[in-house]
């Protein structure tokens, strides 16, 4: 990427990293839905502002009340957010009206909605994306059609904006792309086959069609999201393709929410998973401001190493970024607890303040495992690990299974930090070298060291005095977002292919 491009996107990438992923999306949204509202007061869209008003208003105000009424019923925990996401989409698909009786539409829809989060579970955890179930109940009967009036030229760009903040914030490109490459193919085929094409047809795919609004604001929604970036790209093809075909008229029309709802149905074997009630076990300071919270593993919880999961916590007066972040689990497959690592340094999230003053025997909860950071099944071949601070917990991981596991693999990891009191699960690594050679490098800036420490950072000279066969490993790098797009760059320049450097990117880092 381009100097001048890749600048000014780690920056936008810095500053959604900083803001929690709800707060991202229904903050994203209201602001497209201000600025539709600003729109129809002059007269560049066809709904006047104030029916915008009156619509947008009446569907957070269901949501919320259908929400707590289910909250009490059941005895559970309400997230108004997720209401309020769900509603604002629900505004984006719904024909604003000022007339209260011709609103029913958008009631019934924003009541499914919010009703099917509690009632189709499994597992305590919905497999259907709101939305779009909420949608789809009304559309499939034909008792209404669903306009998607947020695809329209004016929008484009608010919504490209806004929308890219979203993708950004969450990193699922790959299906959002799989959804615009394949759900374009499928458009333009058409297109073609009635006698037009071309720009012409492109531009309305873009402009005018719910593509981009269904890929940034539904497809992305995580409880309904494959874990791992294979089935991600089939998931988002697979909506791009129902969404736009013909195949099935006489039979059934696929509307954009009943594509993405038979999606998310036929997807749930590679996604389905459960949401973990976690009780704190043991929790201790593992390094310089940095502590590990053990939780008990629920019975027949499995995951890969080096996968994350969303860490809810709930606490009053939390800050802008939410009771929500994704972690990596730095316990490995083999062991009894859930282990997660984290540098709390003053002033520190509240997030973080909570967790960290969190009780022996209270609970949070945990959900959407997900990640690509993970081995071959087989180990074989040559691997390079290059850990940034507390990015080493995914790392952590992979080592603890290969030792429990009796794999043999060959693993150089490079382990920076600022200084020597910042390293940690130094015991974990000392084993890895006993088992199966483990080289551990570390790796510091701010201090001065002896070998076999290395000063600094990590640099192809170091690289090539160090791990001489380095072009023949296969790289795995994880840290702060800025220090792997760093060291990514210096392995390409030196030879290294793209097609073997892994990262660990996932959002809500902070």
Known sequence: MPYFISRPFHTVQKFVDSIGMYRIVSGSLVAL??????????????????????????AVLVALVVNVAFSLL??????????????????????????????????????????????????KQ????????????????????????????????????????????????????????????????ESISYGTGGFESVYTFFTSWPTLFLAFYMLTEPFTMPATKGPQFLYGGLVGFLSNTSMFVGVVSFSPELALVIANLIM?????????????????????????????KPIGFNFKAGQYLEWMLPHGKSDHKGVRRYFTIASSPTEDGLRVAMKIVSPASSYKEAIKGLDISH?????????????????????????????????????????????QADVVMYYCNNTREEITYQDIFAEGEQAFGLQIINVVAKEEVELPFEKG?????MLARRTPDFLARTWYISGPPGMVNTYKKLLKEIGVKGSNIKTDFFPGTV
Request: charged share 15%.
């Open 268 to 296: 749930i074997p590679a996604r389905l998973r459960q949401k973990l009630f976690l009780k704190l076990e043991t929790k201790r300071l593992i390094a310089k401001d940095t502590y590990e919270f053990v939780f008990k």
């Open 126 to 189: 919905h497999f259907l994306n709101p939305a779009a179930f909420g949608a789809a109940a009304l559309s499939l009967t034909g008792i209404y059609s669903f306009s998607w009036w947020v695809a329209n030229p004016v929008l484009f760009v608010p919504l490209l904006i806004c929308g890219g903040l979203v993708v950004m914030k969450v990193r699922r490109w790959v299906p959002v792309l799989g959804l615009i490459i394949v759900g374009l193919a499928i458009y333009l085929a």
């Open 457 to 461: 950072y990590v640099t192809a000279d």
């Open 363 to 407: 609970s949070l909860t945990a959900s959407q495992l997900a990640g690509d950071f993970t081995l071959p099944q087989s180990n074989e071949g040559k691997f390079g690990f290059i850990a940034g601070g507390i990015g080493v917990t995914p790392f952590r991981s992979h080592i603890k299974y290969m030792i429990d596991s009796g794999k």
């Open 74 to 123: 059941l005895r559970i925990s309400a997230n108004h957010e997720s209401a309020l996401i769900t509603a604002l989409i629900l505004f984006f698909l719904t024909l604003p009206e000022e007339n209260i009786f011709d609103t029913w539409p958008l009631v019934v829809a924003v009541t499914i909605a919010i009703a099917s989060k509690y009632i189709l579970t499994y597992k």
């Open 33 to 58: 839905a201000t600025i539709s509202i600003i729109l129809g007061f002059i007269g560049l869209v066809p709904y006047s502002g104030l029916s915008q008003i009156f619509s947008l208003a009446l």
